[in-house]
């Protein structure tokens, strides 16, 4: 069977444009140099450049190898020309272990043994023929791209896409008057700008005369205002790619349009915010437009489709565009030749009623108009769209029935039709014939948030194939699960599903890689069984009513990732064979009345997130966690009977980001040394979590529903919420100071100890504090005016403490109003408690920057800053909740696309196309 991994690499390789494919097939023609090659005479200087070059190559695992003896023309990746005997194409391109590595690692720093990388030296210059340089997906480390690249008179073709080079663009490569094909497509993280090269302004393009390929994508451009204007003298560019450039401005109408050559276009994910570009309308060859996450919120109602004719591809989903359906089909539907494949309308505010003409675009593949603002019937004519490989019409206020003519549609592979079912529309007891129909040909069901009631019968005609995705979650299904031998995805979560789990659940779907049945009814105990889903992935039971031990039988688990067990009634020991799964990096069994000590999780190397909150555990916190657990970012052992002092080995986890130690019997002081916690003082790089990142696009159920599929949020909310918790215990002595430097903490409780002293007065340092909780202590002295400076402060509460002095008034202090959150403390005074102050104001602080009155108005903003609110709302909650508000979702979207790189975004895009993908293999 086809791992997800080999189809992720399938993805990369099929997920750029066909165009740029058909080009560059034409070009790689243009400089066949075949097998002759070997016996070639290779040109003396040549080969000593060649040498040279590899001499400053870091190359771990031999690539070059074969790079000895005098005839160059036969090394890997050289080629000469057949006529000249010159060095003309030098093919370094990593063929996906580099790269695959790099996004699959499943420890913080990936292995870069598999890449090529070092220094690019100098002496290349030699192979003064060089048409055709490719050194893409190798790993360079951040190093710049070098200048002398541009002296390449000859070079027809420059790829240094995902190689991991930063810094400026150099301009000489505006020398390249010869170069059709230029690819910086880069590994964009706007967090870790190291990585992110700079192009301040693009001007030395347009000395690229022949340039037909551009793709900028992921190259910082947002200093750059005359993007268009630099590119508009390009007279023979066929292809432009700048996604994820940071641009700005999109200008309405250039002077004189040259673009009349374009055949692709994409600008998406940057942030436009701005109207339709009527120019747009005159590049009438255009072929495929992505304007995709582009923040547009124009109307588009009288946009001239019909203008467009040669139009295959066209994606302007996320964004916020308005107008009728109607209009904009009606349009596309006059085009004679019905040259529309894709259509991507999904996450838009288009309304109105679907026309009958949609049926005349026979062409169509792929339709999404999820989560619009579409009324009215679905129509009939939906019938005729023969090749309709994927339907998306979730999200919308469509009524009437879904019309019996979809079950003709025998191509059909993906269909969405999630909270789209009205009182109107449910599908009653019985599966509808149109769904039986598609059945045994579809790869992704989604009919999750409906209001499907009843029973699902026990044999549906799924076949099998790579992937079989089946959501049914959040409707009113009960009685039994039922067992679908071919899926690989059985999403049930959130209905009234009862009675135990098939016993024989595992030999019945062994093909599962997911199985998410939380939020169920479901009693009685795990089933052994589960241990035979080899390909088991994730495993989510949470929320029923499961009893009885956790099983010993883990051990053929071998894929598994995350297993979470939470809010049942089991109870027991942990099993050791639980750390027999190697791959296992989320483990969850909160909420239950699991006891004993924790030895069992000794061998648990792999977890990252470690949830055994609200349960029965004792003893003290094993020193071990910090020895052996040492990819923990989140320790949550809450609400616990743990007892004694907080080890000093935890200091040692230094990805942690959420350490929850709160309402247990630990004693003593507070560790001196949590302020080394690196996790939480230092921005970690987004990419050191890629890992889980990738792993949770790949494998939660959210995520292959591209819709819905923001699944990256989860790692999200995990490294942003950075999240001390130690309150409810018997902590005594001071808080250290040295805690204050622990930059990134977002929430820091201490509530409900015995702490005493004084609050540090370096408490500033703490600048991303959002959340101080420290009431309900012992504490004395003034509150420090250093607190002034906290302006990320928006929660906090220092009642029922002996402070004294007066409350700054200053900066985010004037609006905290509630003397709740000051009293208890006899000698405060000051706004807002009524005590005022008897001595003059000799703390009084500077109003240094109290013009903090940051109103961007981005709507967006305070949505950012409860991310990090700590940990129930922040993290958890967030997390384990598949029902979010659509507002919420999309604001989730767009900070996905802040701080999400390139490729994951890829990974997104093309989990739509999934299924033609993966018959095409
Ligand atoms: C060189 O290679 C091209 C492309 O394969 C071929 O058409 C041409 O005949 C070759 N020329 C010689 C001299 O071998
Ligand atoms: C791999 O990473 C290490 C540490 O960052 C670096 O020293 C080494 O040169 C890298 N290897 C390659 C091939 O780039
Ligand atoms: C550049 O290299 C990447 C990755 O190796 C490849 O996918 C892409 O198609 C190449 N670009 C061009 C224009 O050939
Ligand atoms: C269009 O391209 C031509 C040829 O390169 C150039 O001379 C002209 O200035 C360009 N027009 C604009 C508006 O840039
Ligand atoms: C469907 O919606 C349309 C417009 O939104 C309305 O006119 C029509 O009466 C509705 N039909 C049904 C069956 O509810
Ligand atoms: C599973 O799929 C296979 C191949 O597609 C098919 O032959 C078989 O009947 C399916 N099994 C069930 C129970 O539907
Ligand atoms: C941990 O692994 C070691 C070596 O594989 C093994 O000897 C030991 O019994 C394991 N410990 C537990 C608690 O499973």
Not at 366 to 380: A, F
Not at 490 to 496: G, P
Not at 620 to 631: A, R, V
Request: net charge negative; proline share 5%.
């Amino acid at each position: 069977m086809a791992t997800w991994g080999a189809l992720l690499q399938f993805l990369i390789i099929l997920s750029f444009p066909l165009f740029s494919k058909s080009l560059c097939l034409e070009e790689s023609n243009e400089l066949k140099t075949d097998a002759g090659d070997l016996n070639l005479r290779c040109i003396d200087i040549e080969r000593n450049a060649l040498l040279q070059f590899r001499e400053g190559i870091i190359d771990p695992l031999g690539h070059l190898a074969s790079w000895v003896g005098k005839n160059c023309c036969g090394w890997k990746g050289v080629h000469c020309s057949n006529q000249t005997g010159h060095v003309a194409k030098l093919d370094l391109r990593d063929k996906g272990n580099c790269f695959m590595k790099r996004i699959q690692s499943a420890a913080a720093y990936y292995d870069n043994s598999s890449c090529l990388g070092g220094k690019i030296s100098s002496s290349l210059l030699d192979l003064k023929y060089l048409k055709y340089l490719d050194l893409s997906m190798n790993d360079f480390q951040g190093i710049p791209i070098p200048d002398f690249l541009g002296s390449f008179e000859r070079m027809r073709y420059l790829n240094l896409s995902f190689a991991s080079f930063s810094g400026t663009v150099p301009p000489h490569l505006g020398n390249l008057s010869n170069l059709r094909y230029l690819d910086l497509l880069a590994y964009s993280n706007p967090y870790d700008d190291i990585r992110r090269s700079w192009v301040s302004d693009l001007n030395w393009v347009s000395g690229l005369t022949s340039l037909k390929y551009l793709n900028l994508g992921g190259l910082n451009l947002s200093l750059e205002t005359n993007w268009l204007q630099a590119l508009n003298r390009l007279p023979s560019l066929s292809e432009l790619h700048l996604s994820y450039c940071g641009l700005q401005n999109i200008p309405p109408s250039p002077p004189n349009l040259n673009f009349t050559t374009l055949l692709v276009l994409d600008l998406s994910n940057n942030q436009f915010k701005s109207l339709f570009p009527q120019w747009l309308f005159n590049i009438s060859y255009l072929a495929e437009l992505k304007l995709s996450s582009c923040y547009m919120k124009p109307s588009i109602s009288k946009a001239a489709w019909e203008d467009l004719c040669h139009l295959q591809v066209l994606d302007l989903s996320f964004n916020e565009i308005s107008g009728d359906i109607s209009d904009l089909i009606g349009d596309l539907s006059r085009c004679s030749n019905h040259s529309i494949e894709e259509l991507y309308l999904l996450h838009n505010q288009f309304s109105g009623q679907l026309p009958e003409s949609l049926g005349f675009l026979k062409n169509l593949r792929y339709l999404s108009l999820d989560e619009n603002w579409i009324t009215g019937p679905i129509p009939e004519s939906i019938g005729k769209l023969s090749n309709l490989n994927a339907l998306g019409l979730a999200e919308n206020q469509l009524n009437g029935t879904i019309p019996e003519s979809v079950g003709t549609l025998t191509q059909l592979t993906i269909l969405t039709l999630y909270k789209i079912l009205g009182e109107d529309v449910a599908i009653s007891d019985t599966i509808p014939h149109w769904l039986e129909k598609l059945c045994p040909q579809i790869r992704r069901l989604d009919l999750s948030y409906n209001q499907i009631g009843g029973m699902l019968p026990n044999s549906l005609p799924f076949s099998w194939d790579t992937a079989v995705i089946v959501d049914f979650s959040v409707n009113r299904l009960g009685g039994q699960i039922p067992l679908w031998p071919n899926v690989t995805h059985l999403i049930l979560a959130n209905n009234l599903f009862s009675g135990s789990i098939p016993t024989n659940i595992g030999q019945m779907m062994s093909r599962l890689e997911i199985l998410d049945l939380s939020g169920n009814f479901l009693n009685g105990s795990i089933p052994l069984s589960i241990s035979d889903m080899e390909y088991l992935q994730r495993l989510y039971l949470s929320n029923n009513l499961l009893c009885g031990e956790i099983h010993g039988k883990w051990r053929n688990l071998q894929e598994i990732r995350a297993i979470d067990l939470s809010r049942n009634n089991l109870s027991g020991n942990i099993p050791s064979s639980i750390c027999s799964m190697p791959k296992l990096f989320w483990l969850r069994l909160s909420s239950n009345s699991l006891s004993g000590e924790l030895s069992s999780l000794k061998n648990c190397t792999s977890l990252s997130a470690l949830d055994l909150g609200d349960n029965e555990f004792s003893g003290n916190i094993p020193q071990w966690i910090g020895e052996s657990l040492l990819s923990l970012i989140v320790l949550r052992i809450r609400a616990n009977m743990f007892y004694g002092n907080i080890p000093e080995n935890l200091c040692h986890l230094y990805n942690l980001h959420i350490l929850d130690l709160a309402g247990n019997n630990l004693s003593g002081s507070i560790p001196s040394c949590l302020g080394n916690l690196s996790g939480l003082s230092s921005w970690t790089p987004y990419s050191r979590y890629s890992h889980l990142s990738y792993w949770n696009y790949i494998f939660t159920p959210q995520m292959v529903l591209v819709v819905k599929g923001l699944p990256t949020m989860y790692t999200l909310t995990l490294i942003l919420v950075r999240s001390i918790d130690l309150s409810d215990n018997n902590l005594r002595g001071d808080i250290p100071e040295e805690i204050t430097r622990l930059s990134m903490l977002g929430t820091l409780n201490l509530s409900r100890n015995q702490l005493t002293g004084k609050i540090p007065d370096s408490i500033g340092g703490l600048k991303q504090l959002e959340t101080l909780d420290l009431s309900c202590n012992h504490l004395s002295g003034p509150i420090p005016l250093s607190m002034t400076s906290m302006t990320s402060l928006s929660s906090l509460n220092v009642s029922y403490n002996n402070l004294s002095g007066q409350i700054p008034s200053t900066n985010q202090f004037q609006t905290f109003n509630d003397p709740a959150i000051y009293e208890g403390n006899l000698d405060l005074c000051g706004s807002p408690l009524q005590t005022p102050c008897l001595t003059d104001n000799k703390g009084k602080v500077e109003d240094r920057d109290a013009k903090d009155d940051n109103n961007d108005e981005d709507e967006t903003l305070p949505f950012y800053i409860s991310m990090g609110l700590g940990f129930g709302v922040g993290f958890w909650a967030v997390f384990g909740s598949l029902v979010m508000k659509r507002s919420w979702r999309h604001a989730y979207f767009k900070f996905l696309d802040r701080v999400a790189d390139c490729f994951y975004i890829y990974v997104r895009l093309n989990m739509a196309r999934l299924p033609r993908m993966v018959s095409k293999e």
